[in-house]
């Protein structure tokens, strides 16, 4: 229950993110023991794609990396709406400078693009966002999960169960 304990994770939200994409790593990273915290844009709160509201803890913008060991980019149309916001990319950017681990799912290649981290990386995503992946200097793979250094990406929800597993061993200094 507590292979993470005292491990420091953000996760990013938008309007439209992925109900289960924010949900599941939400729970799942708390239940082995991680402090997390849901970062935004500035609004009180945004909804998912199905409706259901989650409130930040913070502004993105007003906080560092160095407070955490980990960001998670979910996916939905949130990362089209995350990508606009320059300390978003900032704040991805400079977490992979600091190889700290960084989870992407789905449609959250977008941000990885516009941070401009994907040349020369492995990676995997919702199909729909792989061109813009290679044509950023990535190489894509059609996997459940990829692990390249301190990035882990995903394709979709049903691949949860192995993003989460992933990210867990990588907190735990395993990878």
């Known amino acids: 229950m507590n292979e993470i304990r005292g491990k ?10 992925q109900d289960q994409e924010v949900w599941y790593p939400y729970y799942r990273l708390k239940e ?7 970062l935004g844009t500035g609004k009180p709160e945004y909804k ?6 989650i409130k930040p803890d913070a502004h993105v913008g007003d906080v560092s990396i160095d407070d955490f060991d980990c960001v998670i980019v979910p996916g939905g149309w949130a990362p089209d709406r995350l990508r606009r916001h320059a300390k978003v990319n900032q704040f991805v950017a400079e977490a992979d ?9 789905c449609h959250a290649a977008s941000v990885l693009v516009s941070a401009h981290i994907l040349k020369g990386r492995t990676i995997t995503s919702f199909s729909a966002v792989k061109d813009d992946a290679v044509y950023a200097g990535a190489k894509w793979v059609d996997k ?17 169960p192995a993003f989460c597993a992933e990210i867990i ?6 990878k």
């Not at 420091?8 to 993110?17: F, H, M, P, Q, T």
């Not at 082995?32 to 849901?38: D, F, L, P, W």
């Open 48 to 53: 998912s794609k199905f409706g259901y509201p």
């Open 97 to 105: 400078r600091k190889k700290k681990v960084i989870g992407a799912i």
């Open 144 to 160: 459940e999960v990829c692990v390249d250094g301190n990035l882990i990406t995903s394709r979709q929800p049903d691949d949860l």
């Open 169 to 174: 061993e990588a907190l735990k200094g395993r």
């Open 32 to 38: 082995a023991g991680a402090s997390v915290k849901v």
């Open 8 to 17: 420091r994770v953000a996760i990013l939200v938008e309007e439209e993110y």
